[in-house]
């Protein structure tokens, strides 16, 4: 166990909807990720907030955006959905993230939410 | 950017037999490499990971790999699998500083024969 919570497990849907994937970082943590992993991409890194902040932004779509709120937990939303857009969503989490010298910070994944989009 | 190769997508080994998941890295600055692995329907749980102190990292489960600079190289080893070895086996890259982002190769899935 990581320490880190996802929320749903498992996501069905259809195309053209909204979700929102939920993640709680392990305590103390101040930075969170969240990756796309899916057959033809492999995993892909989305996005990055520290402290409530965007650090760094991946592969991101634009229909889906995310924010940290002041409690640290994270929500990824998915708007518009596509079949494509099939995946399971990790999200992970690290003590710092800022840029400094600890730049080794291990990342903690969560076990994912699936995301299934008929 | 950096980037990472793992050769071979399927790797099958006897149980006993050593166990060898090759990752090769790409950087333009000194890397810091890890490698995750994911049991089915799990997350992805950390095995190991480089960061300049050693050049030969043990990690958990009795899995150990080897920095070489001169060859880009940063391999998965174990010196007999177990059953409950079988899993995927992902390699990534950071290069640290501002960039925190894990840059991940395309996995290689270990199955473990008895």
């Known amino acids: 166990d990581s320490g880190v919570t996802q929320t749903p497990k498992h996501l069905i849907t259809a195309t053209g909807q909204r979700v929102t994937l939920r993640c709680s970082p392990r305590s103390g943590d101040l930075s969170v990720y969240w990756y796309q992993q899916s057959l033809d991409q492999g995993l892909q890194f989305l996005i990055q907030y520290y402290n409530g902040e965007e650090r760094a932004k991946g592969n991101i779509l634009e229909r889906f955006s995310a924010q940290q709120f002041p409690d640290l937990h994270s929500e990824l939303n998915l708007s518009s959905l596509e079949l494509g857009d099939s995946a399971l969503y990790f999200c992970a989490s690290s003590p710092e993230g800022s840029g400094g010298p600890k730049s080794t910070d291990t990342q903690y994944f969560g076990p994912g939410t699936r995301l299934t989009v008929l | 950017a950096q980037s990472v190769t793992q050769l071979g997508s399927h790797v099958s080994v006897s149980e006993g037999a050593l166990v060898l998941l090759r990752c090769n890295y790409s950087?333009?600055?000194?890397?810091?490499l890890f490698w995750y692995v994911q049991y089915p329907n799990q997350g992805l749980q950390l095995l190991l990971k480089y960061t300049s102190a050693a050049t030969l990292v043990k990690g958990i489960n009795g899995f150990e790999a080897e920095f070489k600079k001169s060859e880009t190289s940063f391999h998965l080893t174990k010196p007999s699998a177990h059953m409950s070895d079988a899993a995927e086996y992902f390699c990534a890259v950071t290069r640290g500083g501002s960039n925190y982002k894990l840059t991940f190769g395309k996995g290689t899935l270990l199955t473990v024969n008895p």
């Open positions: 950087s333009s600055v000194p890397p810091y």
